[in-house]
């Protein structure tokens, strides 16, 4: 009799141990919200490039914006793109307000040393 009641008891506990594991694991990927455990806050992330992108077609822009997608897409290896930024940001602005950064890689995506 007592052999019966373990088999039953390892079956369900195998059961709900299943359970735990489908569904623990589906709920994993389908978050979108995060949260923060030492501030107890919850965030969400955002795509900074594309929202900027966004931005300055509108027409709203500034040295900031210009220079972000400048650097991002120049580490991302898009250079197209960089490039499009960078000539936006030295069209408009001074040199004496671009970043030294900015300016040390616009002139590598102008001499092709890339």
Known sequence: MRKKAAKSNFKLSGFFILLFLLF????VFSQTVFYDSINKKKYAKID????????IQKGYESIEMLEYLGNYYYKDKDFQK???YFDMLFKKYNLTQISTKSIDLYNKLLNGRI
Request: zero cysteines; hydrophobic letters at 35%.
């Open 24 to 27: 623990g694991v589906s709920d």
């Open 82 to 84: 960089s490039k499009l």
């Open 48 to 55: 900074v490039h594309a929202t900027y992108e966004r931005v």
